[in-house]
């Protein structure tokens, strides 16, 4: 199959159509799925969940990063059989959309990331950020917190960094969207890095105006995308086209 848009120097292409009748097709390996479907939340008539896609990706990938509501990894959970379970994250945006007067203001979605095998074989390496020292540098830590258990002790080193928080907090796209759920950079970035090594190929079964293969493809990462509208897809080569990478 011939892709709709391709950098070859930088190993990012884009396909048209159906993710389940596109991937089977492309007889790829990718090392990190990162996918963003719909929810089938709304009576929009593209929010329509495609039936079956959970167990197609797992037939390319054994690492995913999935994002959603509650509600929809509750009622879509029997698609997700092939898959464990390793964490969630939570997106909190600076604003949010409400769609009923009667409930909390909804401003945050859930990104889960998923795993097939031995999770010691899954690649992941969580991004680290400034934080504040502590004064304990270079002692042995025992987990003291009941519900944790008795964790063995580690050595830990302060080297003024900590790990990311599971709880990230990026402003949405609003006006600045090309597409209606397009996620932007700042929540994608470091769920590539944590789970794709450098180099390695992600995979957007749904890429929509393509975030996911701008944040890979400045990540250091190859990428390739499907999308079954072609406006969006249009305007997804049309970005990565003009995309200029940062000087390292």
Not at 148 to 158: F, K, L, R
Not at 163 to 173: F, G, I, N, T, W
Not at 186 to 212: K, N
Not at 214 to 231: K, L, T
Request: charged share 25%.
């Amino acid at each position: 199959m011939d892709p709709y848009w391709e950098d070859a120097d930088s190993g990012i292409a884009l396909y048209l159509g159906d993710m389940r009748e596109v991937l089977p097709a492309l007889d790829l390996q990718a090392d990190l799925i990162v996918a963003d479907p719909p929810y089938a939340e709304t009576s929009l008539a593209w929010d329509r969940w495609p039936d079956g896609w959970p167990t197609l990706a797992a037939s390319v990938a054994s690492s995913m990063w999935c994002f959603g509501s509650m509600r929809m990894f509750l009622q879509q959970r029997d698609e997700f059989a092939d898959w464990k379970l390793s964490q969630d994250i939570v997106w909190e945006k600076h604003n949010g959309s409400g769609f009923a007067a009667d409930r909390f203001k909804r401003v945050h979605e859930a990104a889960t990331h998923w795993y097939r095998g031995d999770w010691r074989d899954i690649h992941h390496d969580v991004p680290r950020e400034r934080g504040n020292p502590t004064k304990r540098t270079g002692v042995a830590i025992r987990a003291t917190t009941p519900h944790t258990g008795d964790i063995a002790p580690n050595q830990y080193v302060d080297d003024g960094t900590r790990l990311l928080r599971s709880v990230q907090r990026v402003r949405s796209m609003h006006s600045r969207s090309l597409h209606p759920t397009e996620k932007p950079l700042g929540i994608l970035s470091p769920l590539i890095t944590y789970a794709c090594p450098e180099g390695g190929l992600v995979l957007d079964p749904f890429a929509g105006s393509g975030s996911t293969l701008d944040a890979a493809r400045q990540a250091g990462r190859r990428a390739v995308g499907i999308e079954a509208h072609e406006p969006y897809i249009e305007a997804a080569a049309k970005r990565l086209s003009n995309l200029v990478l940062g000087v390292a």
